[in-house]
């Protein structure tokens, strides 16, 4: 089982942040249409929403609210959540990177929390997930250098490889990408964690062949 944990300095500042995880192995491939279709599905609630109805949503104002007592402006490094629908509300469309990927985006869709995903492989665990130092940078995941100063991170021993905005290049799911670390980041409590790893579950089962799955939720 994988060792991921919360840092006591996050914790003491968001008392609710709360994480559901899972390992799995996968076969990653390029696109799936009835995937796609749940997509475009999910993404259909948010046609015609504007963003000051986005930003009342519970889980997008937790995470905003959480950028806030960290030191940030979530206008500059906005949540992957609400730039997801963000994106929707402006009336683009999503891109298609990979099952594993779109999977990632349809549980965001469907229960509006930050989720991520990594290669396991290039994962060096124990895994904590702090506040990010002075100075820490990646490259973000399409997004250039991420200052990471009192952002969410997720650490392995290598340094910081996710944040609840973007994820670096280090750990980004390729085609060739064989194991996976899942992660979906709540800030307001854990209620319904269990049942979006429940759907992570279901989804990577049927579109991505996964097995050897492991799951749990972090507190």
């Known amino acids: 089982m994988i060792s991921l944990t919360i840092s006591p300095d996050l914790k003491s500042k968001l008392p609710n942040v709360a994480i559901g995880w ?8 390029e696109y799936n249409g009835d995937l796609w279709n749940e997509i475009e599905t999910a993404t259909s609630r948010f046609r ?3 963003m000051t109805e986005a930003r009342k949503v519970p889980p997008i104002k937790a995470l905003r609210d959480a950028y806030k007592k960290l030191g940030n402006d979530p206008t500059r490094y ?4 609400e730039a997801l629908v963000r994106r929707i509300t402006q009336g683009k469309d999503l891109y298609s990177v990979n099952v594993v990927v779109n999977i990632n985006n349809l549980v965001t869709l469907e229960t509006l929390y930050s989720a991520g995903t990594f290669d396991f492989d290039h994962l ?3 895994i904590t997930f702090r506040i990010g130092q002075p100075d820490e940078c990646y490259s973000g995941i399409g997004r250039g250098d991420i200052k990471l100063e009192n952002l969410p ?5 290598l340094g ?15 085609l060739q990408t064989e194991r996976i670390l899942m992660v979906i980041i709540s800030f307001g409590g854990h209620d319904r964690l269990d049942k979006a790893v429940e759907r992570e579950v279901g989804l990577l089962e049927q579109y991505a062949m996964a097995t050897e799955m492991e799951t749990g939720v972090v507190e």
């Open 22 to 29: 899972l390992t799995a192995s996968v076969s990653v491939t």
């Open 48 to 50: 015609g929403m504007t």
């Open 78 to 81: 906005r949540g992957s959540n």
């Open 124 to 126: 060096q665990p124990p």
């Open 153 to 157: 991170v997720f650490a392995d021993q």
């Open 160 to 174: 910081p490889v996710g944040s609840t905005t973007s994820d670096s290049e280090r750990a980004m799911v390729r």
